[in-house]
């Protein structure tokens, strides 16, 4: 059985207690994990806090910090079989996925590698003829990293990487669901050679890890990827320390499919959008919107490609679909889906449990047109797609912004004018059109409503890292004068 260790202040150690992980594929004990609890937390905030502001790292100039961040991406494209492996072992997500997915990873730590000595002030055209004001962006602070299990390098890399080049540390919170690929992400932190304390990977359960993380004073800024019912509970627990937040909160994403659209590609997209990551994926495309004249035939093209799905072990590269990450995760799944099928929904594949040992579930498919169905309302986090139809554009348009999420959307038409219109109608921080999950570092990342705060990628989250210094310089040689003294 394989033994993880967490690090605190460049030193790898076993924690306060331990706890078993299982691999998702057998449900068996693959390998023993650390456990943080409040004193470890401390420390790992205390080394963070004495990193920033003394040492080595506040006084590194920005581009060298950009070079240990090049060398950071380079250790883990050179990494990535390993990691991939790891990650497939303690999550159940396919190796095929998480190859693809971590060599891809390199390429965030080198966007904000480039970006380390781009963060930039401004010089004011003041209305004060003897002062010269400037603004300075300078870190945050220390920065607490919440992560949940799946594509946690990817999730991680969204934090660290902005974090890191605006010169915040940062203590990384790895999910107690399968941590081992950042647990192991922490040696290729210490072999680029970053300085002791700026960046500290530790992991835990909620209540003696998560809560002491959120609610400590010396916390200034919390990012975190999880559950709107988490988050709420992120924000309560950082109101006494005034900590600022970015939160990403999955989504139940519309996918729409007019009957112009080229209905191969979209079925594509849409076995992708659902089933790819067993769809545990907070962008799944769990609700399928299909106008209802292609409807039918539509359906036909899913159904048979969900049924030709290879299900089988995730490290075996042939496989498409693994199991679920844990066995709580697949009796959420399997209660929504008795509850839609009992509310009315008629299966059309799929709807229950693999035979045999481990977390597996059938690529599904349900037709829920005419009925309140959980499973259109409920984020699974499961390869479960829920149907809808509509005959109007505006219909389209009430049944994609019938959420309390807003994360992400896909659009299939080939009319650009509709497609322009449905662009500023959806309520969703991302619109893809013509194709689905897309991700790049140089483009944004977030939702509206209950999706979260906050964006992820791109320039504009290095600076949501920072805060602006105003700079007051007197230029006169004249003394102030007098200010009691009447002319």
């Not at 559950?227 to 320390?241: C, D, I, L």
């Amino acid at each position: 059985m394989q033994r993880f260790q967490q690090y605190i202040d460049g030193v790898f150690e076993d924690g306060s207690a331990r706890f078993d992980s299982l691999d998702p594929a057998t449900g068996d004990v693959w390998a023993s994990m650390p456990e943080a609890r409040e004193e470890d937390v401390d420390r790992a905030v205390k080394a963070a806090e004495k990193a920033l502001w003394s040492g080595a790292w506040p006084a590194m100039t920005a581009t060298a910090r950009g070079k240990l961040l090049y060398r950071l991406a380079d250790l883990v494209q050179a990494n990535a079989p390993t990691l991939a492996e790891l990650e497939t072992q303690d999550t159940g997500k396919i190796i095929r996925e998480t190859s693809a997915q971590i060599a891809y990873v390199a390429d965030y730590y080198r966007y904000y590698a480039g970006l380390t000595d781009k963060i930039e002030g401004a010089t004011l055209a003041i209305d004060k003829a003897d002062m010269d004001v400037w603004t300075r962006r300078e870190p945050v602070g220390v920065v607490a990293a919440i992560v949940p299990w799946n594509s946690q390098l990817f999730l991680s890399a969204v934090k660290l990487g902005p974090a890191l080049a605006a010169g915040c540390t940062v203590v990384v919170k790895a999910s107690e669901d399968g941590p081992a690929p950042l647990l192991e992400f922490a040696r290729l932190v210490h072999e680029a050679g970053f300085p002791n304390g700026v960046v500290n990977v530790i992991t835990g359960f909620g209540p003696s890890c998560g809560s002491a993380l959120t609610r400590h004073p010396g916390v200034a800024h919390i990012a975190f990827t999880g559950g709107p019912s988490t988050a709420a509970q992120v924000v309560r627990n950082s109101a006494e320390s005034l900590a600022t937040t970015s939160l990403e909160l999955g989504g139940k994403s519309p996918f729409i499919v007019f009957a112009d659209a080229d209905l191969e590609s979209a079925a594509n997209a849409q076995v992708a959008g659902i089933f790819a990551a067993t769809g545990q994926s907070c962008v799944a495309g769990s609700r399928l919107i299909i106008e209802a004249s292609v409807k039918d035939r539509f359906l036909d093209l899913l159904k048979a490609k969900a049924e030709a799905i290879r299900i089988g072990s995730p490290l075996d590269m042939r496989t498409e679909v693994g199991p679920l990450c844990t066995l709580r995760q697949r009796d959420h799944i399997e209660k929504i889906v008795a509850a839609s099928i009992e509310a009315g929904a008629k299966v059309v594949t799929g709807a229950k449990a693999v035979d045999g040992e481990g977390f597996y579930y059938l690529p599904t498919i349900l037709d829920c047109d005419g009925v309140t169905s959980p499973s259109v309302e409920a984020e699974l986090f499961g390869p479960v797609l829920s149907v809808m139809s509509f005959e109007t554009e505006d219909q389209a348009v009430q049944l994609a912004n019938d959420t309390r999420y807003g994360l992400a959307s896909g659009v299939f038409t080939r009319n650009l004018a509709r497609a322009h219109r449905m662009i500023r109608k959806i309520r969703a921080g991302i619109v893809w059109v013509n194709t689905y999950r897309a991700v790049s570092p140089i483009a944004p990342f977030g939702g509206y409503g209950q999706s979260g705060q906050g964006r992820e990628g791109g320039m504009a989250a290095a600076l949501d890292y920072t805060r602006t210094k105003t700079v007051w310089l007197r230029t006169s040689d004249d003394p102030i004068p007098d200010p009691f003294v009447m002319r």
